[in-house]
Every structure is written in structure tokens, then in C-alpha cells.
């Protein structure tokens, strides 16, 4: 949200008892001013506008003014009890003092004083603790209702060079780069498509906005401006952010009610399934994204990715094919337990029957989601399959029963922006031309480096 000059003057002068607009002011219908709590401080937030997070730990924001129109705050620095949004942010205008602009209209920020605070005069500087107040219907629509998805910096940016300079020269040199840096864009990463389509979901629902993604990064928050100043430049709708100065990031996925985490870090992704969490390894992709094409397509393989690997570890254990699809047969009416990212699937299953009402409905409207499956089962082992789709009351818009052919034939046809799969066997063929996550889960992955 950009607000005039001569708006913020009017709120300044307004929260000063000096109101030349009166009650029409921006003050008067945008902000409030609230008390923080000392244990207030942590993460949530929704858009506003153009400014980036430095040092949620400080309770720490930077703002920038440009042009005509000051820059709000991006990201709020914490909560109060009340659930509020909040932010300190420390500006500095013309008309409220004597000394000249700073080239460029930089804002310092400073740590966020925990008191209640007027807006009020202090040399040359102006401070005030603000609430961008959240519309309606998104305050009806909590965390625990969203559908979240939580990504590091590196899925959805692609910063390998910086994290080439980090393994060679240290976390010091990186850092260094990422401030020399700070207004280079990154290039879009491995994830980044997908995240783009699964935000559009939201067209579904404008006044909900039930689709979320949050960052999940081990950057220290400084280092992060880079990664918010990235999303805004692309258009990105993600305002919520967790930058934890190399502490692992997968623990958090609870916090914000995340149904899947997509990291680079291989080691970080085998862990965090280890323990039950449903995360992916994205693997490197030259693949280039079709910018005008809206759908998004995402493909799962089954066993061991949406289901457990009961199967797997009967094949393993028989080592025959015919008695492994006898064992499926006798049991084609038991369905298989979920498996990591079956919780994944349901909540995207509800997109997908909206989606295929909304084309009904509309003939020419063109599908905003597809959902495939591409598996290694074959007749008479697709009953199972289907007899546990059946009972969860979900449904894929293709399914590929490849029977041992390589999954690399149909992927390059179908051209999902992200493929599921539990084994690299099946995912080293296609990763270069397809966008690709391991999900180290089950035998499959026993003794896997």
C-alpha cells in the first residue's frame, strides 16, 4: 500500500494534535497506535506494500521513500496480544524538520521501543508504532485454515552462487555479497514456477486468500532483504518470512500449519522426514517455465510418496514381480496408509473439484490445476491404487500406470512444474528436463547418503 507524502504529513500532524485534514486523514482510516508486549515479537504478516524485513530479532525494519510516495511497511515485526499487526518504522519528512533529505530519502531503522508511543517529535526524526490493519475476510481465515507451503530462499530464488561463495569462502563473504548485492534481483529457482501457480490458486477465492506460502530460511534476517526485495520485484503475494541465522528451519513448519517444506538441502530434507515432517529435497533443473501458461501441474509418484512403502517393502522382500502383483491382488480392496505427502494431496484435491466445477460451469474457462499420478504400477496392482484414492474420496486427472517404463516419457509430455517421487533411480532421468522433488521416505531410502 503507497500512501501520498501529504497523506503521511496528515498523519503525522493528526497523531500530533495538529490535523490540517482532520478525521479524513490516513491516520485516521489506516493506523493506530498500540501497545508491545515484551513477548510479542515473532513473525506473522500480511501484504502491504514495499518495504523488507532486517532483523526480526531487533524488531527491526527498513523502510525506503521514493519518488511522490513513501513506502509502507512490508513486514510486520510481531503481534500484540490483541493480535495486531505490527511495526516500527522510524521516517524522516520534510515538512516535520529542518535538515535537508538524505540523498535517495533513506530511512534508518532502529530497534522497535516496547512502550506505547504518540507519534512525537524528536529532532529531525519522526517515530511511531503502526498497525496495517488485516481486510476482514482474511482475519477470518487463520493459519490453522490455509493451506501452506514453506520454501527456502534457495527453491524459490536461485542464489547458487551465493551458495557456492558460502562453501568456498565462508559465511562471513557471503554475507558481505548479499549486502554489495542487495538490490541485485535473483534469477526465478527450481521452485519458483510452481510457487507462482499455487499462489494464483487464490483467484479462486479473492476475499479468502486460503493458499499461503512462507519462507523458511536459515539466512540471518539482514541477509533475507535480499530474498523480500526479490519477492516484491517478481509480484509474489508472500509476506510471511522466517530468516533464523543457520538454525534449521524444518521445526517451524508447525508453527505456520505447513503441509509441505521444499528445501536444496538435501541432509536438512532427509532429517525433517526422518521425523515425520512431509518435506522435499528440489533438485537442480534447467527446465525453462512458460510464463504464459496459468496451470499449474503437479505430478506424485504413489508408493512411498502418497502412500507408505508397504509395497516397496514387499517387493523388496519377495524380490519377484508375480508375487509381489499376487500379494497386491489379494489385497486390492485394503486401502494403503497415507504417506507423507498424501495430506498434501487432500488439501490440493480441494482445489482441484472447485477447479473442475468452475470449467463446467464455464466451457471456456481453461483448468487453473491438474493433478497427475505417474507410477511404476501396473495391472493388476492399479487396484490397490485406485481402491485408496477411492476411499479418501480423491481423484487424479491422469493417472500412469508405467508398468516399468521410464517415467522420463510421459514427464517430458506433461511437463509438471514439480514431480513427487521417493527414489532417485526414477528422478536422476528426468530432474534436467523436469522440475523435480526427492522425498526420502521408506526402504527406498535405507542406508541413502
Known amino acids: ?105 533513506n530511512i534508518r531503522a532502529t530497534p522497535a ?34 493451506f501452506v507451503v514453506a520454501v527456502s530462499s534457495t527453491v524459490l530464488f536461485d542464489l547458487s552462487h551465493e551458495h557456492a561463495l558460502y562453501l568456498e569462502k565462508g559465511l562471513e563473504e557471503f554475507r558481505r555479497y548479499q549486502h554489495e548485492h542487495r538490490h541485485d534481483v535473483p534469477k526465478p529457482g527450481v521452485g519458483f514456477p510452481f510457487i507462482r501457480r499455487l499462489l494464483m490458486l487464490n483467484r479462486m477465492y479473492p476475499e479468502e486468500h486460503p493458499v499461503e506460502v512462507v519462507i523458511l530460511s536459515r539466512y540471518h534476517a539482514d541477509d533475507g532483504m535480499r530474498v523480500m526485495d526479490a519477492v516484491r520485484e517478481y509480484g509474489l ?18 508453527s505456520v500449519n505447513a ?7 538435501a541432509e536438512q530434507v532427509k532429517e525433517a522426514v526422518s521425523l515425520g515432517y ?12 512458460d510464463e504464459q501458461d496459468p496451470q499449474l501441474r503437479i505430478a506424485f509418484d504413489f508408493d512411498g510418496v502418497l502412500v507408505d512403502d508397504e509395497a516397496e517393502k514387499v517387493y523388496k522382500k519377495m524380490g519377484d514381480l508375480e508375487q509381489f502383483r499376487q ?23 480441494y482445489f482441484q473439484q472447485m477447479d473442475i466445477r468452475r470449467a463446467q460451469d464455464d466451457s471456456g474457462r481453461k483448468r487453473l490445476l491438474r493433478i497427475s499420478i505417474v507410477t511404476a504400477r501396473g495391472a493388476p496392482a492399479h487396484e490397490r491404487l485406485n481402491t485408496t484414492l477411492s476411499a479418501l474420496g480423491l481423484e487424479a486427472d491422469e493417472v500412469f500406470l508405467m508398468g516399468g517404463i ?12 514439480l514431480f513427487f517421487d521417493d527414489q532417485l533411480v526414477h528422478l536422476a532421468p528426468v530432474a534436467a528436463s523436469t522440475p523435480s522433488v526427492h522425498v526420502p521416505f521408506g526402504v527406498a531410502n535405507t542406508g541413502a547418503g
Open 327 to 349: 500379494y497386491e491382488l489379494e489385497n486390492r480392496d485394503r486401502p494403503l496408509k497415507a504417506g507423507p505427502l498424501m495430506p498434501l494431496l487432500q488439501q490440493l484435491s
Open 237 to 254: 503475494d508472500i509476506t510471511r518470512a522466517f530468516f533464523m541465522a543457520g538454525r534449521k528451519p524444518y521445526p517451524f513448519m508447525e
Open 113 to 146: 521501543p516496547r512502550k506505547r508511543l504518540a507519534v512525537q517529535r524528536e529532532a529531525s526524526t519522526m517515530s511511531c508504532v503502526c498497525v496495517e490493519k488485516e481486510p476482514e475476510s482474511r482475519m477470518s481465515y487463520p493459519i490453522e485454515k490455509k
Open 278 to 289: 512431509p518435506a522435499g529435497h528440489v533438485l537442480p533443473c534447467a527446465a525453462v517455465d
Open 259 to 265: 503441509s509441505l517444506y521444499l528445501s536444496t538441502n
Open 406 to 417: 521410464e517415467k522420463k516419457r510421459v514427464l517430458d509430455i506433461l511437463k509438471p512444474h
Open 1 to 105: 500500500m503507497d500512501t501520498s507524502k501529504n497523506q503521511f504529513a496528515a498523519a503525522g500532524a493528526d497523531a500530533l494534535g495538529e490535523a490540517e485534514d482532520g478525521p479524513e486523514s490516513f491516520a485516521a482510516q489506516h493506523l493506530q497506535i498500540v501497545e508491545i508486549e515484551d513477548d510479542a515479537f515473532g513473525a506473522g504478516t500480511e501484504k502491504v506494500a514495499a518495504v523488507s524485513f532486517e532483523q526480526a530479532r531487533r524488531g527491526v525494519v527498513e523502510a525506503a521513500l521514493g519518488g511522490d510516495h513513501f513506502g509502507m511497511f512490508q513486514l510486520p515485526v510481531g503481534k500484540n496480544q490483541h493480535g495486531d499487526l505490527l511495526s516500527t518504522i522510524h521516517y524522516n519528512y520534510p515538512s516535520f524538520r529542518r535538515d535537508p533529505q538524505p540523498a535517495g530519502g
